[in-house]
T-cell receptor, first 115, second 117 residues
Framework: DTEVTQTPKHLVMGMTNKKSLKCEQH?????MYWYKQKAKKPPELMFV???????INESVPSRFSPECPNSSLLNLHLHALQPEDSALYLC??????????????FGPGTRLTVL | AQKVTQAQTEISVVEKEDVTLDCVYE???????LFWYKQPPSGELVFLIR??????QNEISGRYSWNFQKSTSSFNFTITASQVVDSAVYFC??????????????FGTGTKLQVIP
C-alpha cells in the first residue's frame, strides 16, 4: 500500500461545530504532517509528528488540535473554526528519520468549508 | 530567513513543446534540500525530485530533467515533449534548519502549467 488516505473528502461545518479530519498511511512511515492550503497558494505547514510525538507546531491556533494515536493514523480535531479557516487540508507522511529532509507522500486532502 | 521564488505564475504551451519552470531560492544554510512537487487538479501533491545542497548533478528521468546551480541559487525543471497530463501546478520547495535547529520548509508560490492539445 503506497498511498495516504484522507477522510472525509469534503466537510462543511458551522463555527460552533466540532469535527475531525482523519489521515492514514500503511507505508511504515514514522513522520506525518498536516498542511493547510488556501486557493491558489502553496501549502503551509501546520504540524509535524515524528514517532507519534508532536515535533513541530507552526504557531497554529488552538482551535486546531492534532492527534497521533498510532504510527499509521493522524487526526486533526476542529473546534470553533472561523470562515477564514476554509481551505484544503493536506496530510503527508515521509520515510526514514530525516523528517522534512525526506520526500513526502501526500493524501488527496479534505476540502473544508466553514460557514 | 529562507525564500523560494517561482516567478512564472502561469505558463501555457502546446503539446509536444518543451517547457522550463524556474525556481530561485535564498538560504543562509550550507545544508539544505530542494524539492519539486506536482499538484494536479485532483489536489494531492506528488513528489518528483529531491536534491541536497552538496549534490549539484543534474538529473534526467524520462521526459523530466532538473538543473541545479548553486552559483545562481536555482533549481530549474524542464519537461521535454510536454503532454496534456503534465497540466498541473508545480511547486518548488526548500527545507533547511531554522535558527533554533528545527527543520523548516518553504514552498514557492507555484507555477500553473497548461498544456494545450
Amino acid at each position: 500500500d503506497t498511498e495516504v488516505t484522507q477522510t472525509p473528502k469534503h466537510l462543511v461545518m458551522g463555527m460552533t461545530n466540532k469535527k475531525s479530519l482523519k489521515c492514514e498511511q500503511h507505508m511504515g512511515h514514522r513522520a506525518m504532517y498536516w498542511y493547510k492550503q488556501k486557493a491558489k497558494k502553496p501549502p503551509e505547514l501546520m504540524f509535524v509528528y515524528s514517532y507519534e510525538k508532536l515535533s513541530i507546531n507552526e504557531s497554529v491556533p488552538s482551535r486546531f488540535s492534532p492527534e497521533c494515536p498510532n504510527s499509521s493514523l493522524l487526526n486533526l480535531h476542529l473546534h470553533a473554526l472561523q470562515p477564514e479557516d476554509s481551505a484544503l487540508y493536506l496530510c503527508a507522511s515521509s520515510p526514514g528519520t530525516s523528517g522534512l529532509y525526506n520526500e513526502q507522500f501526500f493524501g488527496p486532502g479534505t476540502r473544508l468549508t466553514v460557514l | 530567513a529562507q525564500k523560494v521564488t517561482q516567478a512564472q505564475t502561469e505558463i501555457s504551451v502546446v503539446e509536444k513543446e518543451d517547457v522550463t519552470l524556474d525556481c530561485v531560492y535564498e538560504t543562509r544554510d550550507t545544508t539544505y534540500y530542494l524539492f519539486w512537487y506536482k499538484q494536479p487538479p485532483s489536489g494531492e501533491l506528488v513528489f518528483l525530485i529531491r536534491r541536497n545542497s552538496f549534490d549539484e548533478q543534474n538529473e534526467i528521468s524520462g521526459r523530466y530533467s532538473w538543473n541545479f546551480q548553486k552559483s545562481t541559487s536555482s533549481f530549474n525543471f524542464t519537461i521535454t515533449a510536454s503532454q496534456v497530463v503534465d497540466s498541473a501546478v508545480y511547486f518548488c520547495a526548500l527545507t533547511s534548519p531554522d535558527s533554533g535547529g528545527y527543520q523548516k520548509v518553504t514552498f514557492g508560490t507555484g507555477t500553473k502549467l497548461q498544456v494545450i492539445p
